[in-house]
């Protein structure tokens, strides 16, 4: 069996962030992963361009059981270090809205730049080696018997993911493994997902597919985001979707305001003052796209001129535009999902180590604990400061 001081089993985002800081610190490392490439999930995340961290990252962009947990890691390791990273390794980048950074080139960069860092730290990195069995020994390592090798550690890093998108490998092996050593996992679902339609709403919202629009839309709890939504023939998507599903449970309605910073009501009155004879069709087709227009109304009311209009019936249309309530079927779950809500139960963490706080020498990084963040870089932040401040510790 061979001895390493750290050995981390995944080798994403997270995991070779620790891996190259412990590495520097002179720590003996081996990453594991069953995959036949590092960093799966970064080579596809931002279209291949990765949006790898934001310029302005703050505890309230992340969803956490423990809201205070995240705040020591991202304090200590922030998004201008690691913006510094990459332009050490003379990486080009551009800003994109809400302080969104992507690469100019591809993704590939941010793997290689991580694969370089590795290297230079010494930290070994071994791929398709599937773990047979974890445990800790009476000497109080740890033992990992792999398809590739049989390893021993003193300290073990766990940074295998989430569940979301199974195609690249996910799975709830990081889960089983807090469970084994008697630690709590949060339950799990699918979150920065898109939204599916019942089978009534499909047939009548089928034919909007690729109409964008800007939105403000609002989940129950209050929680809103203005951002693009997207019609698709499954459902809702769009960025606005996507981050708003993080805050919904089923069978809740989203209100959807089709005309941000907008009042419907007031445009409607000042358009019946001024073309009172227009029909509502071709007034409200100057503000949407036709076709959601007429998915939107009823034929009939849409034929009306606007001076044919009740007030009472004014009000109902302003209110449609402006809070549509919509209560969606489901999400597209995890098959499509950014991230995953819930996980390792943070309070049973160090938030300055991540170790856990019952075994000495486990640790939890990246998004197989309960940390998950907004669309817009800020979930490879939290693998970039959790696996510093992992790094720091073993």
Known sequence: MIHHDVIIIGAGAAGLMCAATAGYRGRDVLVLDNAKQAGKKILISGGGRCNFTNQ?????????????????????????????LVER????????????????DSAKDIV????????????????????????????????VLTSNGDFSCDSLVIATGGLSMPKL??????????????????????????????????ARF?????IAVPSTITAEDGTQFSEALLFTHRGL??????????????????????????????????????????????????????????????????????????HGEREQIAKDLNEWSIVMNGTEGYRTAEVTLGGVDTNELSSKTMEAKSVAGLYFIGEVMDVSGWLGGFNFQWAWSSGVAAGMAV
Request: aromatic share 8%.
């Open 112 to 143: 290689n730049m991580l694969m370089t860092e590795c290297e230079w730290a010494g930290a070994k990195v071994q791929l398709r080696t599937e773990m047979t069995k974890v445990s800790k020994n009476a000497q109080g390592q740890f033992e």
């Open 206 to 210: 089928e034919p909007l597919s690729g």
């Open 89 to 104: 390794h003379g990486i080009d980048y551009h800003e994109r809205d809400h302080g969104q950074l992507f690469c100019n």
């Open 56 to 84: 302005k990252v703050e505890p309230h962009n992340f969803i956490c059981g423990n809201s205070h947990f995240v705040k020591s890691a991202l304090a200590r390791y922030r998004s201008s270090d690691f913006i510094e």
């Open 237 to 310: 998507s769009g960025p606005a979707i996507l981050q708003i599903s993080n805050y919904w449970q089923a069978g809740q309605a989203i209100s959807i305001d089709l005309l941000p910073n907008e009042s419907a009501a007031e445009k409607l009155e000042i358009a019946l003052a001024n073309s009172p004879k227009q029909s509502l069709r071709n007034t409200i087709s100057q503000w949407l796209p036709k076709r959601l227009v007429e998915a939107l109304f009823d034929a009939a009311q849409l034929d009306k001129a606007l001076n044919q209009l009740g």
């Open 169 to 202: 490998g996910a799975s709830p092996y990081g889960y089983k493994l807090a469970e084994q050593f008697g630690l709590s996992v949060l339950p799990t679902q699918a979150g920065l997902v898109p939204f599916t339609w019942h089978s009534d709403q499909k």
